[in-house]
């Protein structure tokens, strides 16, 4: 990857690459769910963020890939690492020990229902009033899935993970460097902010480094996030917010089917009414409307 910054033109998203970058998070939600019960929250957090980014720039320095310049641009790579790393990821993790695993795949996920009027805002990409209804209609989905749950609980630190990739989308965009080191850089600070907190919290790491846990965190950590997010942040330089983000409808998808698959998890009615709602409010921002697809970015 050498574009250094989004093209003045967006396009639709790839869907092989968008249905494989889904289908990695849908499954990271069921690894990160077994793989707790052999390594604490934070560690877990922290290793998962460390591999990826060592694994990231170890490819940059193989394809010698011009690293970050500047302060402006070092400075939005360490806001992004705290927001969508450091945040995101001990929300998401949190999420899961007061949550199902497939109610917090919809509520980590709703990143379609947060990006549209950011983008608005900050990028001039117009909104819709069939996309205002999806948002409400998502909005209300959100509610029926996190209320019932009391505040507090898993399904708010969900919400506040879907809420940090979000802005860490959004800064993504600002970043005029190259997409492979960017990634990196920010998985490996955002790692080692967690491996101090987790130091300072949980104190010296105990973790059963069986055979499935090392198998779970090499996947999790190079497939449903080195590989996956890289995908992502490429796919964001050049598509509509809305429209590469909206494809993250197929993650809640994903990740319910292998909680029931895999862990036998049952739904609640409110949960499944919750989760139908947001998934078709998600479909909805998806489905190609009468807006143009390439537009300039302020």
């Known amino acids: 990857m050498s574009e250094s910054a989004p093209s003045t033109q967006l396009r639709r998203p790839n869907p092989l690459r968008m249905l494989l970058i889904t289908f990695a998070w849908g499954s990271c939600f069921l690894a990160i769910s077994i793989g707790l019960k052999d390594a604490p929250l934070l560690w877990f957090a922290a290793l998962r963020a460390l591999i990826a980014g060592a694994a990231l720039l170890l490819v940059a320095g193989l394809r010698r890939e011009a690293m970050p310049r500047g302060a402006r641009t070092w400075t939005l790579i360490i806001v992004m690492a705290v927001i969508n790393v450091s945040v995101a990821f001990v929300a998401m993790f949190g999420g899961l020990i007061g949550l199902s695993t497939g109610a917090a795949s919809v509520l980590a996920n709703a990143q379609p229902l947060f990006i ?175 807006k143009r697809i390439t537009k300039e970015l302020a």
């Not at 990409?125 to 948002?135: I, N």
């Not at 209320?147 to 708010?156: D, L, N």
């Not at 809420?163 to 860490?168: D, H, N, P, V």
């Not at 600002?174 to 790692?191: E, T, Y």
């Open 116 to 290: 549209v009027l950011p983008a608005w805002w900050i990028y001039k990409e117009r909104v819709s009033m069939r996309t205002l209804a999806a948002l409400g209609v998502g909005f209300t989905g959100l509610l029926a899935v996190a209320v019932p749950s009391g505040a507090g609980t898993g399904a708010w630190l969900s919400i506040t993970a879907a809420l940090a990739i979000t802005a860490g989308t959004l800064i993504s965009r600002q970043i005029k460097a190259n997409v492979l080191p960017v990634i990196g850089w920010h998985f490996l600070i955002g790692g080692a902010i967690l491996a101090l907190i987790a130091g300072l919290v949980e104190g010296a790491p105990v973790i059963n480094w069986s055979a499935r846990f090392i198998g779970i965190l090499l996947y999790l950590s190079l497939v449903g996030t080195a590989a996956a997010f890289l995908g992502w942040f490429t796919e964001v330089r050049h598509c509509r917010l809305d429209a590469v983000s909206a494809w993250t409808l197929l993650v809640p998808v994903f990740g319910i089917l292998l909680s029931i698959l895999v862990l036998g998890e049952r739904q609640t009615s409110w949960g499944i009414a919750g989760m139908m709602l947001v998934i078709v409010s998600m479909l909805v921002l998806e489905l190609p409307g009468r």
